[in-house]
């Protein structure tokens, strides 16, 4: 039952099979997908599965290209979640935790997951601990200066002293790993006063988490992760190691690792999109 629900996607994305969440180690399983470009996507399938209140926003949006970044996010979200869980699509159901994060209330274990778009690709992350993704596009980034002064002062003096090349790429890292942390803390972008910011170094682009004040999490426990896509797009990923080493699955269109943190094992299953 559930194989079939999610052909109804899967099939156009070739996106690959994964086992259930493993309860006992940390891994996190990443999806991203293209967004098709279709001026009657109301009438997919992908906007079939949606709920009553998804299909709501989707249409009040003014341009098709948000309309339908937002349906294919959501619709990723249902099936990819529906891999690992004996759900239909169609049948999950989410609501909003106290911090505002979207949480799904027909399970007993409440799976983590957390979703990304910008126009032309989404994504999503699913795994047994807390987990925050983010994606950006190069594109929309048209005078990086706007995002520096949102990034805190040790990640704005970095990229002050970057080659004039390499300026738009390290401000959209940083604020991918900003917005992914925020989210898989639960804080979102009101957190970004919490005193915090990333290293990266130069010579193995490692990342590294450094902060000034007191948080309420334990960020020596947090692992990063940061990737390209087709050197269009850039998304960060950020995981709550309990105990173990995580593991993150990716399966995207051509996508390759920037850098991560210590700690993290990353395994990448690259794919074509049409």
């Known amino acids: 039952m559930v194989m079939q629900g999610m052909n109804l996607i899967f099939n156009h994305k070739q996106l690959c099979y994964y086992q259930p969440l493993d309860r006992n180690g940390e891994h996190a399983f990443v999806y991203v997908t293209r967004v098709p470009n279709d001026n009657n996507f109301i009438k997919s399938e992908y906007f079939e599965i949606l709920s009553e209140d998804e299909r709501k926003k989707a249409l009040a949006f003014r341009f098709i290209e948000d309309r339908n970044s937002y349906i294919t996010a959501h ?30 209330i027909n399970l007993p274990n409440k799976a983590r997951f957390n979703l990304s778009r910008t126009r032309g690709i989404v994504c ?16 929309t980034l048209n005078n990086y200066k706007d995002f520096i002064s949102i990034l805190d002062e040790e990640e704005a003096n970095t990229i002050r002293f970057l080659p004039d090349s390499e300026k738009r790429l390290y401000t959209v890292i940083f604020w991918t790993l900003k917005e992914s942390f925020l989210k898989g803390t639960g804080e979102g972008i009101g957190g970004l006063s ?81």
């Not at 979200?77 to 505002?100: D, M």
């Open 194 to 274: 919490n005193g915090f910011w990333f290293r990266i170094k130069k010579n193995d682009e490692r990342t590294e988490l450094q902060s000034n004040t007191a948080q309420n999490h334990n960020l020596r426990q947090w692992r990063f992760a940061t990737f390209l896509v087709d050197h269009s797009y850039a998304f960060s990923i950020s995981i709550y190691a309990k105990n173990n080493k995580p593991l993150v699955l990716i399966d995207s269109p051509t996508t390759e690792l920037f850098g991560a943190s210590k700690g993290i094992e990353v395994n990448i299953k690259n794919r074509v999109c049409k």
């Open 75 to 104: 619709a990723l979200l249902r099936t990819a979640l529906s891999l690992h869980f004996p759900i239909l699509p169609n049948e999950w159901v989410f609501r909003n935790s106290q911090l505002g994060k979207p949480e799904q």
């Open 124 to 139: 999503c992350v699913i795994s047994n601990s807390p987990v925050g993704i983010d994606i950006e596009s190069f594109a």
